[in-house]
């Protein structure tokens, strides 16, 4: 059974870009998470997605943004990127919420570095 | 609001040596903690979980109990192996805030042979 994939591994952007992350969570799980890991912040939640629908977001600006789509995938987009968003992505997923909450697979993460 | 606390890093042992890793919490209500594990070049993964007070979670030869009185979750192993070198990361959420975890620093594990 594959695991959550994230795309890209890494990437360079420069201040003022924008940027999308993928996440493809395992097959048959319903539940997307993002977080975002820095060494001085640790990891922070960001948004959670079930079913196409935001379910609860970390406090972040409105700068990070994410959907999901009818197939489970998920994307998040961050604008005007700043040298503080570098940092590690990880994508996490589960079957659904519900009796296993908190029990989530991750992805390896995606490496983002703002010049 | 909701947070956790783990001992700084790194822990330095020698391999069969006995690991502890401390963590508290402070939360409202009942969470349920976590402990999750970074191996190197890795995502996390989860090692145990414990729903409700005096909830034993064990995985591995790790085990941490859930105890509501002095909000802490320990991680324990009676042996480490070279192998449980990684980061390793308290936390806690409720049922209703969905995965919607709350992290710990992470604690950074050195096991030398």
């Known amino acids: 059974k594959a695991g959550v994939t994230q795309t890209p591994r890494y990437l360079i952007k420069t201040r003022g870009q924008q940027v999308t992350l993928s996440c493809s969570p395992i097959?048959?799980?319903?539940?997307v998470s993002w977080y975002q890991q820095t060494p001085g912040q640790g990891l922070q939640f960001l948004f959670e997605?079930?079913?196409?629908?935001?379910?609860n977001k970390g406090n972040f600006p409105g700068r990070f943004s994410g959907r999901q789509f009818s197939n489970s995938r998920s994307e998040m987009n961050v604008s005007t990127l700043e040298l503080g968003d570098s940092a590690l992505y990880l994508c996490?997923?589960?079957?659904?919420?519900?009796?296993?909450?908190?029990?989530?697979?991750f992805g390896e993460g995606s490496r983002l570095t703002v010049l | 609001g909701n947070s956790v606390t783990q001992m700084e890093g790194p822990v330095t042992l020698s391999e069969e040596a006995f690991l502890t890793i401390n963590c508290t919490y402070t939360?409202?209500?009942?969470?349920?903690l976590f402990w999750y594990v970074q191996y190197p070049g890795e995502g996390l993964q989860l090692l145990l979980k414990?729903?409700?007070?005096?909830d034993k979670g064990s995985n591995k030869g790790f085990e941490a109990t859930y105890r509501k009185e002095t909000t802490s979750f320990h991680l324990e192993k009676g042996s480490v192996q070279v192998s449980d070198s990684a980061v390793y990361f308290c936390?806690?959420?409720?049922?209703?805030?969905?995965?919607?975890?709350?992290f710990g620093g992470g604690t950074r594990l050195m096991v030398k042979p």
């Open positions: 996490a997923s589960m079957t659904f919420a519900g009796s296993n909450t908190g029990e989530l697979f």
């Open positions: 097959s048959g799980h319903r539940s």
């Open positions: 997605y079930f079913s196409e629908t935001q379910r």
């Open positions: 939360a409202t209500g009942y969470p349920s």
């Open positions: 414990a729903t409700k007070a005096d």
């Open positions: 936390a806690l959420t409720h049922r209703n805030a969905g995965n919607m975890l709350t």
